[in-house]
């Protein structure tokens, strides 16, 4: 399912998959922004960009912030994923702050490290 201009982030777009999760850890690029680390394997074969968002129970031990921080971070992606709207890779986000982030720093973080994947497929 690719998006039409939508700003949507549907189940095809997300990475459920064990044996898709575990070939984005073994064999994807590592990489770090401000406040996050991401992994990303370009070239997944769906034709579309598909994403993972993990926020570690050791710095966050309620819930209630560990899921705040993600639907932060899956809105970010929602509202960028233009970005890498010409690629179609697995991007697995953690986040590694120890502090809860505004959704401003949180945004303008995701969209770095779209920006970067994105240039990273132009290459």
């Known amino acids: 399912m690719s998006s039409d201009g ?3 982030l549907s189940k095809s777009e997300r990475l459920c998959s064990k044996k ?3 070939k ?3 064999e994807g690029k590592f990489m770090s922004v401000s406040g996050f680390r991401y992994c990303f394997l370009p070239d997944n ?3 579309f960009c598909r994403i993972l968002v993990s926020v570690p129970k050791r710095n ?3 819930a209630v912030r560990r899921n705040l921080l993600k639907r932060r971070i899956r809105e970010s992606y929602r509202l960028q994923k233009s ?3 010409n690629c179609s890779a697995d991007i697995f986000f953690i986040y590694t702050g120890r502090q809860v982030m505004s959704f401003d720093e949180i945004y303008s973080s995701v969209g770095a490290i779209l920006k970067r994947i994105g240039d ?3 290459q």
């Open 120 to 122: 990273e497929k132009d």
């Open 83 to 85: 970005l890498v709207s």
């Open 60 to 62: 966050f031990k309620r």
């Open 45 to 47: 074969g769906a034709g």
């Open 20 to 22: 898709d999760i575990s």
């Open 24 to 26: 984005v850890l073994s």
């Open 6 to 8: 939508t700003n949507t």
